[in-house]
């Protein structure tokens, strides 16, 4: 069984979030300003190996920014991504976030749509997403289909 775990910027394990990062071959980065001030999520596969990790921050808008969130490429396709997704968007909402915002890969579109994060601004290779903490979907459902439940590249959700 997968768990989970928070970090803060202040606790010596943020580390291991930071070198999945590294190891993670979409971002092809190590540190930057925001992991001074940033949650972490950390999710460990079934031999308790870290093997994914997102993180949260307030950015200079003022609002809260989830990046970062990826898995590690042999973890991948095990919703390793889908509980990094939830447990940041639930810490958005238990610190009383006014909205949410990601700036994903264009892949990765529909994934956070069925969170509630709508695209705001097409980029590339980018997209800005945004949600206001209403409307933020922690089941990853989908109002458009009969069963609640996201089937996947669905236009109403951008």
Do not use: T
């Not at 990062?21 to 979409?26: D, L």
């Not at 956070?112 to 409307?135: D, H, I, N, Q, T």
């Amino acid at each position: 069984m997968y768990r989970g775990k928070y970090f803060s910027s202040i606790d010596a394990e943020s580390a291991q979030a930071i070198e999945i990062r590294k190891r993670i071959p979409e971002f092809d980065c190590g540190s930057d300003e925001h992991d001074d001030m940033a949650v972490y999520a950390v999710v460990y596969n079934d031999e308790d190996v870290p093997s994914g990790s997102a993180r949260l921050y307030i950015d200079d808008d003022s609002c809260f920014r989830i990046d970062y969130l990826g898995v590690l490429l042999e973890q991948r396709h095990k919703y390793m991504g889908d509980l990094l997704a939830r447990m940041l968007l639930y810490r958005a909402q238990e610190l009383n976030c006014a909205s949410i915002k990601a700036a994903v890969p264009k892949d990765l579109v529909y994934f956070f749509a069925r969170y509630g994060l709508k695209a705001s601004s097409f980029g590339s290779p980018v997209v800005e997403m945004s949600a206001p903490a209403e409307g933020i979907r922690l089941e990853g459902s989908c109002s458009k289909s009969n069963k609640g439940a996201c089937s996947g590249n669905c236009e109403s959700c951008m």
